[in-house]
């Protein structure tokens, strides 16, 4: 059974830094693009950041350019987030998919729980 588990959410004041990890089971996702998405209340899911199978290609959404930084330890089937300069507007449940690296969320095949960052002003 495949599964995905995020964790390294937290409350964190702005300006301030977190990491989330995305820990994949079930299967080997070596060949697969990985993502990162968000929702915050009352809005849609957004794509944050997206990650080729080699790494090497690399995808982000204006609002978090320079601030986050996505990357990919394929042997060990986790993919991490790394978030600074925090904003209130990132505060959100943060979700980790296996599919794409793309925006679309169609494009993902595996989805996790989600995990809550809570950015204070």
């Known amino acids: 059974q495949v599964q995905l588990v995020e964790s390294g959410g937290g409350l964190v004041q702005a300006g301030g830094s977190l990491r989330l990890s995305c820990a994949a089971s079930?299967?080997?996702?070596?060949?697969?693009?990985m993502g990162w998405f968000r929702q915050a209340p009352g809005k849609e899911r957004e794509f944050v950041a997206g990650?080729?199978?080699?790494?090497?290609?690399?995808y982000y959404t204006n609002s978090v350019k320079g601030r986050f930084t996505i990357s990919r330890e394929s042997a060990k089937n986790t993919m991490s987030l790394q978030m600074n300069s925090l904003k209130p507007e990132d505060t959100a449940v943060y979700y980790c998919?296996?599919?794409?690296?793309?925006?679309?969320?169609?494009?993902?095949?595996?989805w996790g729980q989600g995990t809550q960052v809570t950015v204070s002003s």
């Open positions: 079930g299967r080997s996702f070596i060949t697969y693009a």
């Open positions: 990650i080729s199978w080699s790494a090497r290609d690399t």
């Open positions: 998919a296996v599919g794409s690296f793309r925006p679309d969320p169609s494009d993902y095949e595996y």
